[in-house]
């Protein structure tokens, strides 16, 4: 029978695990602190947004949520930016992406001070996590597939893991972290040539093509670990779906991630987790 890789138990781990540290920081004076920083109303924004409110609540971690008008300007966010990096009480910052064309998001993400940088979206976060050094943070939902995958004891050593995807957020990163891990990762794309060959070579599948319900069970086989990144409204926005064409391939594999339940509950669990990581590097 098929094993769901569900995320709820691997959240409910890492937030007992950060229980007992956020109440050390506390015993030190220190509220562990993210501010979210929004430009506009976009309904995608606020529905994560209040998914970190949510776990933040539950690990008593403090949030400042600063909202700037959809027609600011970039300084406007420079400057809540540079405020940030001031605060000495705020220790993370999450920039909801992608902002309006008109704001230079590139110039507003470089403006992060990289400790504060808990969704690794600076060039400091992206050399720690490709280098392997603790600087910044790794973006989080690529974080998440490996914890994900530990929480279930999926063995990375020396396992081939097609990642279908390659971008900076989620592809990249997971195949970096991938090799800290000494797994062997190969990087797929739109451009791929045989996707399914090079996926019925791999133990574990990641997917992340951002396509709907888009990969199919080819390539799949009874020994695979499959965990699917995506998440999309169906075409009738009545339920999520993920990337990968569940009904077909969960037949067939050992292990699934379902969606919803599967990594996007655990992004937020991370990101929550370098919140009171950039806490505790603040003391040292
Ligand atoms: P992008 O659109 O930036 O990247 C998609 C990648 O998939 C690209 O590298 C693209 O290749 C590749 N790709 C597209 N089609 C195919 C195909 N048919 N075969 C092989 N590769 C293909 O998406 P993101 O990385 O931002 O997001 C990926 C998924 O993860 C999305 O479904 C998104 O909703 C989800 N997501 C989930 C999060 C969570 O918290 N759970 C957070 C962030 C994203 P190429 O480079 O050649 O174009």
Redesign the pocket.
């Known amino acids: 029978m098929t094993q769901l890789l569900r995320g709820a138990p691997v959240a409910k781990q890492m937030q007992e695990q950060s229980a007992a540290r956020v109440a050390a920081l506390v015993q030190e004076g220190i509220t562990p602190t993210l501010a979210l920083v929004r430009v506009g109303n976009r309904p995608d924004d606020l529905s994560y947004e209040r998914g970190i409110l949510k776990r933040a609540h539950e690990a008593c971690v403090q949030i400042q949520t600063i909202m700037l008008p959809q027609d600011c300007i970039t300084q406007d966010v420079l400057d809540a930016v540079v405020s940030i990096n001031k605060d000495p009480h705020i220790h993370g910052a999450l920039l909801f992406r992608p902002m309006p064309h008109h704001i230079d998001q590139r110039a507003v993400c470089a403006a992060l001070d990289p400790q504060k940088d808990v969704d690794g979206i600076t060039q400091d976060s992206l050399y720690g996590t490709f280098a392997c050094e603790p600087v910044g943070f790794a973006p989080?939902?690529a974080e998440?597939v490996i914890r994900m995958l530990d929480f279930y004891e999926v063995v990375l050593e020396g396992t081939q893991v097609a990642v279908?995807?390659?971008?900076?957020?989620?592809?990249r990163p997971l195949a970096a972290l991938l090799l800290a891990r000494n797994a062997t990762p190969t990087i797929?794309?739109?451009?791929?040539q045989h996707?399914e060959q090079v996926c019925a070579h791999a133990q574990v599948v990641v997917?992340?093509?951002?396509?709907?319900q888009?990969?199919s069970a080819v390539g799949t086989n009874a020994k695979q670990v499959v965990v699917d990144?995506?998440?999309?409204w169906d075409e009738d926005a009545q339920k999520l779906v993920?990337?990968v064409d569940f009904a077909n391939v969960k037949p067939i594999v050992a292990a699934i991630s379902p969606v919803p339940g599967?990594?996007?509950s655990?992004?937020t669990a991370v990101l929550i987790d370098h919140v009171v990581t950039a806490a505790e590097r603040s003391i040292k």
């Open positions: 989080c939902t998440a279908v995807g390659r971008s900076l957020v989620v592809g797929c794309h739109s451009k791929t996707l997917v992340a093509t951002g396509h709907p888009s990969f990144v995506g998440i999309h993920g990337d599967g990594v996007g655990l992004t």
